[in-house]
């Protein structure tokens, strides 16, 4: 069984930075595709990037690029969302996903392309 571990959310101003780690245990984790969603308060759960299981491929909403990165670690079977210049707009409760697809070469960006959810760390940017 698949287990996904946030951490890192927190309280902080516009312009400052948060990393994200997301700590996976069950399945073999490099064999993966990775990714972090956010749901906002009233709003439907929305992409935020996502990695292959290699590493070098990531995507990015347009929302967070520039601002964002993800990465993973996977001797450590850790994935990590850098995220920078925060804004007011960033507030969310963040998720950490696995893809369902080991076949996978690229990083998909559906939520139905996942089948493995954390629990949620709260992200709180105060203007």
């Known amino acids: 069984q698949v287990q996904l571990v946030e951490s890192g959310g927190g309280l902080v101003q516009a312009g400052d930075s948060l990393r994200l780690s997301c700590a996976a245990s069950?399945?073999?984790?490099?064999?993966?595709?990775m990714g972090w969603f956010r749901q906002a308060p009233g709003k439907e759960r929305e992409f935020v990037a996502a990695?292959?299981?290699?590493?070098?491929?990531?995507r990015y909403a347009e929302s967070v690029k520039g601002r964002f990165t993800i990465s993973r670690d996977n001797a450590k079977n850790t994935l990590v969302l850098q995220m920078n210049n925060l804004k007011p707009e960033d507030t969310a409760v963040y998720y950490c996903?696995?893809?369902?697809?080991?076949?996978?070469?690229?990083?998909?960006?559906?939520?139905?392309?996942?089948?493995?959810w954390g629990q949620g760390t709260q992200v709180t940017v105060s203007s």
């Open positions: 069950g399945r073999t984790f490099s064999n993966y595709p």
């Open positions: 990695i292959n299981k290699f590493g070098s491929i990531t």
């Open positions: 996903a696995q893809s369902h697809f080991t076949g996978l070469i690229g990083a998909p960006r559906s939520a139905s392309d996942f089948g493995s």
